[in-house]
């Protein structure tokens, strides 16, 4: 029985990167992902790309759909300010107990609050269990046939409002066709594609930003 991929990601974390430090965790990750081990994070060509997204709206109450390891939750935390929190999915409990580690390792752990189960479980609960009036900003990143129907259901319980930011991940590979077809023609989002690289890789890839327009 040898090691998972997130185990041997918390580990080159835990022996390479600064606590407390979430820029040293997300060089670590990086570097460690390019040299040794190929992983779905968002990674350092698509990251400040969604750094510019998350800086620009700035938001008060921000939810990522997909942690895997917390890599790119450490990116949008680190850029909220106090006061702010993300909420942030993960259906896989092996998963969810390394990206603990590894956002607390970052010393972000009060800003995130991650949440164990299936988004189309957890999502009809924000607002009563979990005190959400809506969300300023969504990282979509999860399975990618889970894109439009988790959107559908952010609309039907209230959960966006006019000028919430949707910020989608792999829109070309491993693509997310069904949900670009809807943004992108739907009066209800104004849309735009940032072109970038797939992840550690030459392969292209992108983000899509749609506007919510209420
Ligand atoms: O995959 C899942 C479901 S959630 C992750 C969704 N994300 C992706 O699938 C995803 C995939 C790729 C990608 C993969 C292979 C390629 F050849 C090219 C691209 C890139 C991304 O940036 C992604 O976000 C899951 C299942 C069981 C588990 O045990 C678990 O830990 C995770
Ligand atoms: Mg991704």
Do not use: H
């Given at each position: 029985t040898g090691s998972t991929q997130p185990q041997?990601?918390?580990?080159?974390v835990q022996n390479n990167a600064t606590w407390g430090d979430a820029e040293s965790v997300i060089a670590t990750i990086d570097n460690y992902c390019r040299r040794k081990e190929w992983a779905m994070n968002v990674g350092d060509d698509k990251g400040p790309i969604l750094d510019s997204v998350v800086s620009e709206v700035s938001p008060k109450v921000a939810?990522?759909?997909g942690t895997y390891c917390g890599y790119s939750t450490i990116r949008i935390a680190r850029l909220l300010s106090?006061?702010?929190?993300l909420i942030t999915l993960e259906f896989n409990p092996?998963?969810?107990?390394?990206a603990r580690q590894?956002?607390?390792?970052?010393?972000?752990?009060?800003?995130?609050?991650?949440?164990e189960g299936p988004s189309k479980d957890l999502?009809?609960?924000?607002?009563e269990s979990f005190r959400v009036?809506?969300?300023?900003?969504v990282f979509l990143d999860h399975w990618k046939e889970y894109y439009l129907p988790d959107t559908k259901l952010l609309e039907e319980c209230g959960l966006l409002r006019k000028g919430t930011v949707l910020l989608a991940d792999n829109v070309i590979c491993p693509g997310t066709p069904k949900?670009?077809?809807?943004?992108?023609?739907?009066?209800r989002y104004e849309s735009c594609y940032f072109k970038s690289h797939l992840e550690y890789t030459k392969v292209e890839d992108g983000l899509e930003k749609s506007v919510f327009l209420g």
């Open positions: 041997r990601i918390l580990k080159a939810l990522e759909l106090p006061g702010s929190c092996d998963c969810a107990i390394i590894i956002i607390a390792w970052a010393g972000l752990q009060d800003r995130v609050q991650l949440l999502i009809p609960q924000m607002k009036k809506s969300f300023d900003f949900y670009l077809e809807y943004v992108r023609n739907s009066p």
